[in-house]
T-cell receptor, first 115, second 114 residues
Framework: DAEITQSPRHKITETGRQVTLACHQT?????MFWYRQDLGHGLRLIHY???????NKGEVSDGYSVSRSNTEDLPLTLESAASSQTSVYFCASSDPLAGGYNEQFFGPGTRLTVL | AQSVTQLDSQVPVFEEAPVELRCNYS??????LFWYVQYPNQGLQLLLK??????LVKGINGFEAEFNKSQTSFHLRKPSVHISDTAEYFCAVRGGTSYGKLTFGQGTILTVHP
């Protein structure tokens, strides 16, 4: 079965370190998204991509970057981790040609703690 | 731009009671509406969606939602809840021109007590 996976599931890092969170999907979806989930804020969009070599900033993109070199993967990089980036991170994907009008499929999440 | 407001951050109910989780949206264009559920330590999964047509939408696990354009609402309902329905529920909207991007509400934590 097709799926979307994230790794690691849990990560503890120190302030100032560079961290990369992996997202891999086997749906062959063109659209991929990164969100962060914080209490009281729901899910907020960090970055998104509509295809290979395409990346776009979301509403909370400061301090984060992404790159899309193939259809399956969209890694999220924290350039210099800050305590404010402690959060749960979700990756999602969707098929722009599907009849479901871009229903998104979510990964299991990565819990990141920045000390 | 669109926005979503979930009117209740927490909803406690007893098992077998009915429940309604409220969602209001704002958008200047036609919308597509979604409800997702998140069980503890898991990702989000789709409960139901409104794209067009009938305003009453039925989803998985006995949930349904009604799209009300005049009140810009998309409330989620279930006539009789189970302990296993304890989870966080998110309402989301996609505006007609936002090409796949969803805007999520803040979430409502539903706790079902025995």
């Amino acid at each position: 079965d097709a799926e979307i996976t994230q790794s690691p599931r849990h990560k503890i890092t120190e302030t100032g370190r560079q961290v990369t969170l992996a997202c891999h999907q086997t749906w062959n979806h063109n659209n991929m998204f990164w969100y962060r989930q914080d209490l009281g804020h729901g899910l907020r969009l960090i970055h998104y991509s509509y295809g290979v070599q395409d990346t776009n900033k979301g509403e909370v993109s400061d301090g984060y970057s992404v790159s899309r070199s193939n259809t399956e993967d969209l890694p999220l990089t924290l350039e210099s981790a800050a305590s404010s980036q402690t959060s749960v991170y979700f990756c999602a994907s969707s098929d722009p040609l599907a009849g479901g009008y871009n229903e998104q499929f979510f990964g299991p999440g990565t819990r990141l703690t920045v000390l | 731009a669109q926005s979503v407001t979930q009117l209740d951050s927490q909803v406690p109910v007893f098992e077998e009671a009915p429940v309604e989780l409220r969602c209001n949206y704002s958008s200047s264009v036609s919308v597509y509406l979604f409800w997702y559920v998140q069980y503890p330590n898991q990702g989000l999964q789709l409960l139901l969606k409104y794209l067009s047509g009938s305003t009453l939408v039925k989803g998985i696990n006995g949930f349904e939602a009604e799209f009300n354009k005049s009140q810009t609402s998309f409330h989620l309902r279930k006539p009789s809840v189970h302990i296993s329905d304890t989870a966080e529920y998110f309402c989301a909207v996609r505006g007609g021109t936002s090409y796949g991007k969803l805007t999520f509400g803040q979430g409502t934590i539903l706790t079902v007590h025995p």
